[in-house]
């Protein structure tokens, strides 16, 4: 829970890290996935409203999602009142340090409301598999587990 503010358009009130069993924890194997909830307020209508997230992987920016990106219709006004919204991560993946370095709430490409630096901190490891012979352990190269679709024809 963060602490209420006073005369802002708005504000973020809680957010959780968890996986689909609703265990909050801040450690993952790479094949659980991960889901983050935040709970924010809109203390006024608000018209081109959108809310950001960014995640690192080691130091270094691995995604950034906006809640728009795949329904334009939320650019359109979000009425006053609380509003609870849950995002699944990319999945699986790669182990590492991950970071919820910034989440934020504002007017797309006009003005931030409010944000959140370094939100949650968490590790992904490779518990449930052998990860010897895999090409995305986390000893190789690379960010993204991508376990491509490989199809061998004898000439």
Do not use: H
């Not at 708005?10 to 659980?32: G, I, R, T, W, Y």
């Not at 007017?107 to 901190?121: M, P, R, W």
């Amino acid at each position: 829970n963060f602490p209420v503010r006073e005369n802002v358009r708005a504000d973020f009130l809680e957010a959780k890290l968890f996986n689909l069993k609703n265990e909050q924890k801040n450690s993952f194997d790479v094949f659980e996935q991960v889901v983050v909830e935040l709970k924010y307020v809109l203390n006024e209508s608000l018209s081109g409203c959108v809310l950001g997230l960014n995640l690192d992987r080691n130091g270094e920016l691995l995604a950034c999602s906006f809640d728009s990106d795949e329904d334009e219709q939320r650019l359109k006004e979000r009425k006053s009142g609380t509003y609870k919204v849950r995002v699944k991560l990319p999945y699986p993946l790669k182990s590492g340090s991950y970071t919820i370095s910034g989440v934020g709430i504002g007017i797309a490409n006009v003005d931030g409301i409010d944000s959140l630096k370094s939100l949650f901190s968490f590790i992904v490891e490779e518990n449930s598999f052998d990860p010897t012979f895999k090409s995305f352990s986390a000893n190789r190269p690379g960010q993204l587990v991508t376990c491509l679709n490989w199809e061998t024809i004898r000439d």
